[in-house]
């Protein structure tokens, strides 16, 4: 069974830094795009950082320049390192992966379980 592994989450004051990781286990397949999101409290999902394949990234504009997505394929691990956190950061923070799934390697999303990202001022 696929499943999507997420740590690196906690409390940091403002300016400090995190980084979070992201393990898919259970698929002999590397995965194809990942990314990171996040939900806040009474806002919206949103778009975090994603990154191909091809490791072409593409970041939310809240976050260029402060946040770097990276990617391990032998770990099959993507990584998020936020640096200069602001207490706007704060949110619970999910993991994104498009696997390769069956004969076909149908690329299937999965999630992580989220992890809690609390920047204090």
């Known amino acids: 069974q696929v499943q999507l592994v997420e740590s690196g989450g906690g409390l940091v004051q403002a300016g400090g830094s995190l980084r979070l990781s992201c393990a898919v286990s259970g698929s002999i397949f590397r995965a194809d795009a990942m990314g990171w999101y996040r939900h806040a409290p009474g806002k919206q999902r949103e778009l975090v950082a994603t990154?191909?394949?091809?490791?072409?990234?593409n970041y939310a504009d809240s976050v260029k320049g402060r946040f770097t997505i990276s990617r391990d394929n032998a770990k099959n691990t993507v990584y998020l390192q936020m640096n200069s956190l602001k207490p706007d950061d704060t949110a619970v923070y999910y993991c994104d992966a498009g696997v390769p799934r069956g004969y076909y390697r149908t690329l299937v999303d999965y999630w992580g379980q989220g992890t809690q990202v609390t920047v204090s001022s």
């Open positions: 990154i191909t394949s091809g490791d072409s990234t």
